[in-house]
């Protein structure tokens, strides 16, 4: 497969499934979960515009550890009983959050963070990690948002837990 991937959409919506189409054949064929979670951090900092941290944060049976990303560089554990990632694991639902500073408990790896997207990543009852993206804008994520990334999750998650 090429590479060079394109965006061409402007609608968020739009833009998401130009990315979901684009991760799929991404992680088409491989079985390793952290180059895959590598390459879809990539991928999103490339399609999706005004992020300042993109990546994937992993369950190792007790609490969240660092795993691939694009941005500066991060906190590396996270209980599940803290911050927005702890929120999203443990609740097993996606955390939209307009304003990160109304947010309790929220844990500001990058002082720039205004708003915040995370996704858990899910494979029949195990909790693979999740999609952690952080924007510098306030209310940057729309609900159009939440359901392109839930979808771009839901189409690659076997591959993002090494069981493609
Ligand atoms: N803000 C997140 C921590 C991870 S960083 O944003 C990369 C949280 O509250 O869980």
Redesign the pocket.
């Known amino acids: 497969m090429s590479y060079a991937l394109a965006f061409s959409a402007t609608d968020a919506a739009e833009l998401w499934a130009e990315a979901g189409a684009a991760a799929e054949a991404l992680v088409a064929g491989e079985p390793d979960g952290i180059a895959n979670m590598a390459n879809i951090s990539a991928l999103i900092w490339q399609a999706i515009p005004d992020l300042n ?1 993109a ?1 994937f ?1 992993r369950f190792d049976g007790t609490e ?1 550890v ?1 795993g691939p ?1 694009q ?2 560089a ?2 590396i554990r ?1 209980p599940l009983d ?7 694991a443990r609740l097993r639902a996606t ?1 939209r ?1 307009e304003d ?1 500073h109304a ?1 309790p ?6 002082a720039d ?1 205004r708003s ?1 997207l ?1 996704v858990p990543v899910v494979v029949g009852d195990r909790l693979v990690g ?1 999609l ?1 993206l ?1 924007s510098p804008r306030p209310s940057r994520f729309t609900a159009d948002d939440q359901t392109g990334a839930e979808s771009l999750v839901a189409r690659i998650a076997a591959a993002l837990a090494g069981q493609n």
């Open positions: 941290w990546g944060y969240l660092l990303f941005g500066k991060a906190c996270i803290k911050g927005v990632c702890g929120a999203a955390q959050v990160v947010f408990g929220h844990i500001a790896c990058d963070s915040e995370v999740v952690d952080d």
